[in-house]
């Protein structure tokens, strides 16, 4: 089993930025990728953002291309992953959830192993 816990989540102003952060326990070394999705009331998760467990290849959702960027904290005994939001939007406003997967470049929900409790991020017009 793998643990994700995120944090980071906030209330801000449409434009201003925010940066989240989950960090991985238990069985890492069954994980190749780890990420983030979203959720909105009434919709599906969707996908965010995605990063291999080595700290390369990172792949975005279109609509967040150039606004975000994910990374990967690569010390010996760390894994954490972190999603940087710049210029955010009302749109970005969702249940951010951190995850990961034994597969690579994720980007379907069914694809997921494990998912972290989520974090709120709300943007404000």
């Known amino acids: 089993q793998v643990q994700l816990v995120e944090s980071g989540g906030g209330l801000v102003q449409a434009g201003d930025s925010l940066r989240l952060s989950c960090t991985a326990s238990?069985?890492?070394?069954?994980?190749?990728?780890m990420g983030w999705f979203r959720q909105t009331p009434g919709k599906e998760r969707e996908f965010v953002a995605g990063?291999?467990?080595?700290?390369?290849?990172?792949?975005?959702t279109n609509s967040v291309e150039g606004r975000f960027t994910i990374s990967k904290d690569n010390a010996a005994d760390a894994d954490t992953v972190y999603l940087q939001m710049n210029s955010l939007k009302p749109d970005d406003t969702a249940l951010y959830y951190c995850?990961?997967?034994?597969?690579?470049?994720?980007?379907?929900?069914?694809?997921?192993?494990?998912w972290g409790q989520g974090t709120q991020v709300t943007v404000s017009s």
């Open positions: 238990g069985r890492t070394n069954d994980v190749y990728t």
């Open positions: 995850v990961a997967t034994s597969l690579v470049r994720v980007t379907r929900p069914s694809q997921i192993d494990y």
């Open positions: 990063i291999l467990r080595s700290g390369n290849s990172p792949y975005y």
